[in-house]
């Protein structure tokens, strides 16, 4: 299945050290000797390939399940390789380039139909092994005194039969790569749908057998940001969720970025299905799988093919609240929790949800649960009326010296966060209880709001989330 002559060109990327030039005196008496048992062999071509295609059914079992598969393709393999590598013995000039690209072909095809590389290895020698072995028998049955000549050659032979393995290991990998590639940016670009909500209904099945997770499913959807400057290189070592399946995708095109995690939370039965069975992760990760992501920029970086946690599902009690308390992220990350949707045709909606999550976030960084935070997601969802609102309640406050503005503002902050209690906000404030009123009923004269009255507070509490919100 090799060529038995040194070759000195390769045709295919990435350079060998040439075999060592033939010593001419013996050499050129035992390549002689060579040449007359390779057109002896040419003759019987197709008993030949036939005896290789039962050698390699014997004794490789992935060959075996490949000749199950496609007999048709592994015989014209063979019978392509024995061709050029018996040929390349009689015309070496000729023959010796396209013999690397049929080994080249060969490793490529072998990779795209999923044999392992240890057995495509092992038949080249298989393959090497017999032509060898019938010119020498050949060569002792017709010209015995002739036989002890092919000692000088065999060096060379081996080293081209090794050659040529490389050829086909180096297609073998690049395939692979290639393979992995594909698989992994067609799970991103499958990730990616999902979350822009442009994912057709018709292909969600093969896209949850893709990824591994159940169609109707619950699900949240978490956006993770660190501040600009900082590289959120890999998410998961930075952002992480104990005991939740999570699917990551790293999002570049969206202003400021991110990543996005898809978390399961449980698997809702459907259609007389049982409820509970696990899933294996389908990511980027890359991580890691031909054809990681995620989605992933492995990355799902995207869906890096297998970029998710996946410890098992959970049941319908396990809400977006359960996922800001099992969440570990660096204290400047911004994080945005969506509420929790059912099945995977909801995850674009509980992506924009997130989204506005996390414009709900403080600049500092934290996680902000959009149930809980409803008000403030009002007020960033409309970011015009917003600052309308900041400006007609607030607005005479912040034309205040910057550090009288502060005081009054943190003041009444605190008040509202402690239930309207001076006493509360006092020992937060590290003042007065006094202190607390004077400054809350100077604020009431500047806003022209009276915090005994509820739309009023309604009021001030919103105009306080939209200036600490929007506000560049």
Sequence with gaps: MQHLVPAHVRSQPGTRSPVPPARPAVDAEALAVLHRAARALMAGLPELGERLVDLLVAREPAYRAAMEADAESVRDEVRRSLRLNVGSLIQPGELREAAHRCSWAIGRARAERGLPLDALLRAFRLGGGMIWQELVDETTRRHPSDARLLVHVAADVWNFVDDHCAVAADAYRQTERELMW???????????????????????????????LPEHGRYAVVLARLPSGRAFTDVRGQVSLSGLRVLWYRDRDRDGGGSYGIVLLGDRPHDGEQSGRGHDSGLLGAGHGPGSAPAAEAGPDGADGRGAEHPGTHGPDVDAGEIARRLTAPPVARVGVSPVVEGLAAIGDARRLADTALRACPRVGGTVVLEE?????????????????????????????????????????V???????????????????????????????????????????????????AHSLLDP
Aim: with cysteine; glycine share 6%.
């Design 182 to 212: 594909r698989r992994e940016n067609r799970l991103r670009l499958m990730t990616a749908a999902l979350l822009d909500g442009t994912a057709r209904i018709a292909d969600l099945p093969a896209t949850a057998a893709a990824l591994g």
């Design 373 to 413: 935070h409803l008000p403030a997601a009002l007020v960033v969802s409309a970011p015009v009326l917003g600052a309308a609102l900041s400006e007609r309640v607030l607005g005479p406050l912040l034309r205040l010296d910057l550090s009288d503005r502060d005081i009054l503002l943190d003041t009444l902050t």
């Design 415 to 465: 008040w509202l966060a402690c239930d309207g209690s001076a006493q509360r906000a006092a020992g937060r404030l590290y003042c007065h209880r006094n202190t607390v009123l004077n400054r809350l009923r100077r604020c009431e004269q500047l806003t022209g709001r009276s915090l005994t009255r509820p739309a009023d507070v309604v009021e001030l509490s919103l105009a306080l989330a």
